[in-house]
């Protein structure tokens, strides 16, 4: 695993424009200010610069705007940095857009990942460097989702050893990367870590996801559009929690090993929705009630998951992690957020937003 004592490691992580990735740029830019953090993101609809403003100028940190489907800007970063390790998050995310274009997701999120891999296996196990820090040293560390498990019924938990029974082209894709990078770890030794997370919410989240949509849309005074009877659960976590896992993780976690994490956090879709609305129509002095309103039941998602939950103890037990924030306090920080960064989602819900939304509406 990485040599924790080694001050100046050299990380590439992918998808640091986006969401989650955005919160862990910033984590270890801030926190390890000997480490030499590279950002490689294609800035596609969900990647914004504007998550980074503050760190852009930091000197520990490269933005490199790039393709994971550019083996030639791969492997030359690979051979120009020689990272020590990987965090890999840069995927297509939206299970709903899955559904209308499954290939983006495959090209992304399976070749996209097989491609750092190659990357990782030519520079650590072909032609290993001489010097200090061998193989040992090293690390691939994916970022997964509980998707891939596919769904729960009214009880139970997901765990580490729950069988992989993706439902939506999105978690199949993010499933067969899991796959691939296990295959790497078993067939050529390729150090990795695997972490498979629930539903995060907070700042700096593209407004397609449940939370900063329903935000923008009650601000907007727009329809909540919930899917089917609404009666969905998911385990919500805030983002900063993840990129803390995701750290915790990276620094000690053993070589090849698994972590499911979550936020001991579940809530049926319209109950999360009933407290948006309470809590926004207070914040922004709306009348009581007047935002619920606007929920509006459609069509449901084909193949929706009836339930996620994660068994988080094993990184409880073994690496010490579990949530710092209430679901309350999340959602509250998050809401502040959005209203304090309308020119943000202003700017992220302009142009092509619109006609994706415009479609999304006709097919309900
Ligand atoms: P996101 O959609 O907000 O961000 C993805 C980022 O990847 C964007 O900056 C985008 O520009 C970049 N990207 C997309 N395709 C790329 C490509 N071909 N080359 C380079 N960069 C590319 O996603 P997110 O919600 O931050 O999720 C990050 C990771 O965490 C994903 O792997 C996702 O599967 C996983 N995950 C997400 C959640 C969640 O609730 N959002 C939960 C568990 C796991
Ligand atoms: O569980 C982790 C996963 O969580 C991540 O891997 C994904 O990247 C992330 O998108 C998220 O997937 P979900 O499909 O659970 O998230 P989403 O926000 O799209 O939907 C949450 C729930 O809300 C789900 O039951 C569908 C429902 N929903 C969603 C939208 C966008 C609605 O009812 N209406 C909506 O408009």
């Not at 509980?146 to 050893?161: I, Q, R």
């Not at 329809?223 to 805030?238: A, E, H, I, K, S």
């Amino acid at each position: 695993m990485i040599n924790k004592d080694k001050k100046k490691l050299k990380v590439l992580i992918t998808g640091g424009a986006g969401f989650i990735g955005s919160h862990v740029v910033r984590l270890f830019v801030t926190k390890y200010p000997d480490y030499e953090i590279v950002n490689l993101d294609a800035l596609t609809y969900a990647g914004n610069l504007e998550n980074l403003k503050d760190i852009e100028n930091a000197p520990n940190y490269t933005f490199v705007k790039g393709d994971i489907l550019d083996t030639e800007l791969i492997n030359n970063l690979f051979e120009k940095y020689e990272f020590d390790a990987v965090i890999h998050l840069a995927a297509e995310s939206h299970v709903d857009r899955s559904i209308s274009d499954p290939l983006a997701f495959v090209k992304t999120n399976v070749i996209g990942t097989m491609n750092l891999l190659n990357a990782a296996k030519k520079i650590w196990i072909d032609t290993p460097p001489s010097g200090e820090g061998g193989l040992e040293e090293k690390l691939f560390y994916h970022i997964s989702t509980d998707e891939v498990y596919g769904t729960l019924g009214e009880s139970g938990l997901f765990t580490e050893e729950t069988p992989y029974a993706p439902n939506s082209p999105y978690s199949a894709s993010k499933a067969s990367s899991d796959h691939f990078v296990r295959a790497y770890g078993e067939t050529y030794g390729l150090p990795y870590v695997v972490s498979n997370c629930s539903n995060n919410y907070g700042p700096n989240q593209f407004p397609e996801k449940l939370i900063p949509l329903f935000i923008h849309n009650i601000l907007q005074k727009n329809p909540l559009p919930v899917y089917g009877d609404g009666n969905y659960t998911r385990d919500w976590l805030f983002v900063i929690d993840h990129a803390e896992a995701i750290d915790r993780i990276f620094h000690h976690s053993e070589k090849n090993k698994t972590y499911n994490v979550g936020g001991f956090n579940e809530w049926k879709n319209i109950d999360l929705v009933k407290l948006l609305c309470r809590v926004m129509d207070k914040k922004l002095g709306r009348e009581e009630g007047s935002s619920e309103k606007l929920i509006t039941y459609v069509k449901d998602r084909p193949g929706h998951d009836l339930r996620y939950a994660i068994d988080a103890s094993r990184i409880n037990n073994e690496l010490g992690w579990k949530p710092s924030v209430t679901f309350e306090e999340g959602l509250e920080k998050t809401i502040d957020w959005y209203l304090e960064n309308e020119t943000w989602l202003k700017s992220v819900t302009s142009g092509a937003y619109q006609d994706y939304y415009k479609k999304q509406y006709k097919s309900t």
